[in-house]
């Protein structure tokens, strides 16, 4: 059992930076995939980037390509999400996710495990 614990989430303006964290308690997630999803109000959830067990494997959404990046530091038992140039439509509640795939996959249903969420506003 992992339990994931997302911080960083705030109010920031267009072309502002905010660096998301995502913490685990329970069990290493050297062991899992990592990723990103992000959900706004009355739209589905979607992925936002992943990355593998080892961190030498990344995938990112087409929009948040050379603006967002994930890493990961597993010594730390964290994940992070680096985001800038944020735009209007990048507001939303974003949720971290952990998956037993071998490789960063952007399907929810391939994640075991997530997140509360941490809400991301972008005023324009």
């Known amino acids: 059992q992992v339990q994931l614990v997302e911080s960083g989430g705030g109010l920031v303006q267009t072309g502002g930076s905010l660096r998301l964290s995502c913490a685990a308690s329970?069990?290493?997630?050297?062991?899992?995939?990592m990723g990103w999803f992000r959900q706004a109000p009355g739209k589905e959830r979607e992925f936002v980037a992943a990355?593998?067990?080892?961190?030498?494997?990344?995938y990112y959404t087409d929009s948040v390509k050379g603006r967002f990046t994930i890493s990961r530091d597993n010594a730390k038992n964290t994940v992070y999400l680096q985001m800038n140039n944020l735009k209007p439509e990048d507001a939303a509640v974003y949720y971290c996710?952990?998956?037993?795939?071998?490789?960063?996959?952007?399907?929810?249903?391939?994640?075991?495990?997530w997140g509360q969420g941490t809400q991301v506003t972008v005023s324009s």
């Open positions: 996710a952990a998956s037993p795939a071998l490789t960063p996959t952007p399907y929810p249903n391939s994640y075991a495990y």
């Open positions: 329970g069990r290493t997630i050297s062991v899992y995939s």
């Open positions: 990355i593998s067990r080892s961190g030498d494997s990344t």
